[in-house]
């Protein structure tokens, strides 16, 4: 595990004018591991549509040591860039990683 990701808890608030806002409280920091492409992902790439690419770009997987408060509501700041999170693959028999994926805010 090699990169620093932290995540976020979203919140809205009211301004001093009345409007909402949206505030990120950070929950926590930990390290994680963002798996690279194979060359059989590349090659694969060439044969599939512009809206599969796409959504490849946009889309990353982290993994991370098991954790309990995790769950879809939450966000992923990695790199300057914020994710959220839409699905968790967890590993209950041994609980030794969890397999976060995640989808770029726009």
Known sequence: ???RIT????????????DLIDDDKVLFSCWAEVPKSTTKEFRDRSSEGIE?????????????RFRKDVDTGLHVEWRGEKYEVVDIGEDWQSKDMLMITCEVIK
Do not use: A, C, P, S
């Not at 599969?52 to 991370?64: N, S």
């Open 1 to 3: 595990m090699n990169e």
């Open 7 to 18: 995540f976020l808890e979203r919140k809205y608030m009211k301004d001093e004018n009345g």
């Open 52 to 64: 599969e690419m796409k959504k490849r770009k946009t889309r990353k997987v982290f993994y991370i």
